[in-house]
């Protein structure tokens, strides 16, 4: 058979909510947190500005304060952000959350589960294979490819391992855009 120049079908993860995140609750057993429609609580004292993030228990709605800014001189802040944590500015409250140097510092861990989808055409599983398919990230989602590529498929994560190929690890998160290519389930001479 002649090779076809291949198509790569279209996969784009799109982020659908701000994570969780993993924070203890001091007043009931839950361990998840989110941050809601964001809201940041600033307060000044003289010259100097503690801006935290507020964040609710998803079970008792009991509030906690991350630090995101501790005794920290007015003029070393950007004014455009210090308007931004007053206004609540969602960009704002996302960048905050997202930025792997606050959870890091907090020793937080985001829990991206039910935060995403996977916007994929379908799959046509009578169309020549192999199949190339092209996985974009419209926001940084880290996911496993694995469990994506089954997701995407409807395949068991095994059969995703048999039949895919794929030039990065399959069962290490990433949150870059990758190709691969999905090979024919079984030879039928
Ligand atoms: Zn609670």
Not at 48 to 59: A, F, I, K, T
Not at 74 to 87: F, I, K, N
Not at 136 to 148: G, M, N, S, T, W
């Amino acid at each position: 058979m002649s090779s076809q120049p291949h198509i790569a079908l279209p996969w784009v993860v799109r982020r659908t909510r701000l994570p969780l995140l993993s924070l203890r609750c001091v007043d009931c057993p839950s361990r998840s947190a989110t941050t809601g429609k964001g809201r940041f609580r600033v307060n000044a004292n003289g010259k100097l500005l503690d801006v935290w993030l507020l964040v609710r228990c998803v079970s008792c709605d009991r509030t906690s304060k991350l630090t995101v800014h501790e005794r920290a001189p007015v003029r070393s802040l950007d004014p455009a952000l210090l308007d931004g944590y007053y206004a609540n500015d969602p960009t704002l409250v996302a960048a905050t959350l997202l930025d792997p140097q606050f959870a890091r510092r907090l020793g937080l861990a985001l829990d991206w589960q039910g935060a995403w989808q996977l916007d994929a055409p379908p799959a046509r599983l009578d169309e020549a294979w192999p199949w190339h398919v092209a996985v974009d990230f419209e926001a940084a989602v880290p996911i496993r490819p694995d469990r994506l590529i089954a997701q995407g498929l409807r395949l068991s994560r095994n059969e995703v391992l048999r039949r895919v190929k794929c030039d990065i690890s399959l069962r290490r998160h990433t949150s870059v855009g990758f190709t691969f290519i999905v090979m024919t389930k079984v030879s039928t001479y």
